[in-house]
């Protein structure tokens, strides 16, 4: 028996939408037939990737949204439904990182970490599934889905991103609390956690000798691509992942088991 995905009829926000995994996301959904609302502080950049959607057949909106912005959360996720509809999927996807030694961190770069991917992705979650368990009180059958981007390094330690890693460790441990609360109401909330994903953000890295020494140390010494992703976002998105809930899924090509 065939399972073939289709999100015809159904809204999804992914935040970070600009560059990266959020691009690839947004692309992903929109070619299963979602509206897709593409929200960043960078809007330029999410008209070109609009227009990019648009001229394969899909739908998108461009919003403009800053995490670090209690305010513009909340005016942002009302606009998206005013625009596109009920949100059924989201992808809180938005992140930063710096690298810098633990004793060298400043409080202008811990916030700078923790304000984009601990605060503001758990205010953009919670002010979605306001909307969704309002809405689930009059069908109790509407299922929601709620994909929290995390990162291997909320799993492990790595030297120099310390703050980053305890910014997804906090985002793994938020996923399990909202999947705990919030799926009565019919929202599964699970984590992907990627390994080491080559996109325009660190492809110089990857590409120069510091970079290529560490792809030899990975598993099978290479690093993956954004659409290696692409079936666990698709499965997590999708009404069949029914009872997939609290999840927090790596795909890491076997980082963690080394």
């Known amino acids: 028996m065939g399972i073939e995905v289709?999100?015809?009829?159904?809204?999804?926000?992914?935040t970070g939408a600009?560059?990266?995994?959020?691009?690839?996301?947004a692309k992903v959904l929109a070619a299963a037939g979602a509206q897709v609302v593409l929200a960043s502080r960078r809007t330029e950049?999410?008209?070109?990737?609009?227009?990019?959607i648009e001229a394969e057949g899909g739908a998108a909106h461009v919003l403009?949204?800053?995490?670090?912005?209690?305010p513009s959360i909340r005016s942002a996720i009302a606009h998206a439904e005013t625009e596109a509809g009920p949100i059924d999927i989201l992808v809180n996807n938005s992140g930063v990182s710096t690298?810098?030694?633990?004793?060298?961190?400043?409080p202008e770069d811990y916030a700078f970490v923790m304000d984009t991917n601990l605060r503001g992705a758990f205010f953009v979650a919670q002010e979605t599934a306001k909307?969704?368990?309002a809405r689930a009180k009059g069908d109790p059958k509407k299922q929601h889905r709620i994909i929290n981007i995390a990162s291997v390094a909320g799993l492990r330690t790595i030297s120099q991103l310390g703050v980053y890693c305890m910014s997804k460790a906090g985002v793994i441990h938020m996923t399990r609390a909202m999947a705990l609360e919030w799926g009565r109401h019919g929202i599964n909330v699970n984590a992907i956690c990627p390994g080491y994903i080559k996109t325009e953000i660190n492809e110089d890295y990857f590409a120069s000798e510091q970079g290529q020494k560490l792809i030899e140390l990975l598993p099978r010494k290479r690093t993956g691509l954004p659409e290696d992703l692409d079936g666990l976002l698709l499965l997590l998105a999708a009404d069949e992942s029914r009872?997939?809930?609290?999840?927090?899924i790596t795909a890491d090509d076997g980082l963690m088991a080394s």
Request: net charge positive; proline share 0%.
């Open 64 to 70: 403009a949204l800053d995490v670090t912005d209690y």
């Open 243 to 248: 009872f997939i809930n609290g999840s927090i």
């Open 6 to 14: 289709n999100f015809e009829g159904k809204v999804a926000l992914v």
């Open 18 to 25: 600009s560059s990266g995994l959020g691009e690839r996301f």
């Open 99 to 106: 690298s810098k030694r633990l004793l060298d961190v400043s």
């Open 131 to 133: 909307r969704m368990i």
């Open 45 to 52: 950049r999410l008209k070109e990737l609009r227009a990019e």
